[in-house]
């Protein structure tokens, strides 16, 4: 089982590596046409990993009640940057976010 210690250091790691990498798809779809297919095919890995493994163990930790009051609205604040970049997450063809 693991630490309180460890499971909010877990939530600390996701909420910023999504919510970082979502406030840079602006940028990355503005040079998406000029990046090689090998670093396409890097960002959609790397971003597949963020939805399938962070957001979603995230999503657990949230319904379960194990996230501090700071964190729900920090994870809140994730779920809504998520919905705003769709139009954006569609047009890479990327991973759409697999929790509401």
Same mark, same amino acid.
């Given at each position: 089982?693991?630490?309180?210690? @460890?499971? @909010?250091?877990?939530? =600390?790691? &996701?909420?910023?590596? %999504?919510?970082?990498?979502? /406030?840079?798809?602006? $940028?990355? /779809?503005?040079?998406?046409?000029? !990046?090689? #297919?090998? @670093?396409?095919?890097? *960002?959609? %890995? #790397?971003? $597949?990993?963020?939805?399938?493994?962070? !957001?979603?163990?995230?999503?657990?930790?949230?319904?379960? &009640?194990?996230?501090?009051?700071?964190?729900?609205? /920090?994870?809140? =604040? *994730?779920?809504?940057?998520?919905? #705003?970049?769709?139009?954006? %997450?569609?047009?890479? &063809?990327?991973?759409?976010?697999?929790?509401?």
């Amino acid at each position: 089982m693991a630490t309180t210690t @460890n499971v @909010n250091e877990r939530i =600390e790691s &996701g909420l910023h590596a %999504i919510l970082a990498e979502t /406030r840079d798809l602006p $940028d990355l /779809r503005a040079a998406w046409d000029a !990046l090689p #297919d090998w @670093n396409q095919a890097s *960002v959609k %890995i #790397d971003w $597949d990993h963020l939805m399938i493994d962070y !957001l979603t163990e995230l999503d657990e930790f949230a319904c379960a &009640g194990q996230m501090t009051p700071e964190q729900q609205t /920090r994870y809140a =604040e *994730v779920r809504g940057a998520l919905h #705003d970049a769709l139009p954006i %997450i569609e047009r890479l &063809g990327l991973e759409r976010p697999p929790v509401a």
